[in-house]
């Protein structure tokens, strides 16, 4: 028997940077509150206040934050290091064995 009073988690959606981008201006207009459009939208005022932050921080008035060329660019540097410390794992086990095999 479920509790009253929970919800069904929503589920993970994603979406495009265009669409993102209308929704940050649309809150820029100051026409509506942040509350409304996201409403509106069906998306959650936090997702809304998350791209208004990140929007700031890409135009360069944000709270200091990483950018989105800053964390993409983070991203693909953390798999670049992830592949290269594999690279070096096979090597160190590859001299280990051709080490043991010309004794």
Known sequence: ME???K???RPRRSFTAEF???????CQRGDRPIGQIAKDFDLTETAVREWLK??????GTG?????TAEKDELAQ????????REDVEILKRAT????????
């Open 7 to 9: 919800k069904k988690p």
């Open 96 to 103: 280990a064995f051709f080490a043991k095999e010309t004794r």
């Open 63 to 67: 709270d200091g934050g990483l950018t």
């Open 3 to 5: 509790s009253m009073g």
């Open 77 to 84: 540097l953390r798999r670049e290091n992830r592949r290269l």
């Open 54 to 59: 990140q929007a700031e921080r890409d135009a």
């Open 20 to 26: 993102k981008a209308e929704i940050v201006e649309l």
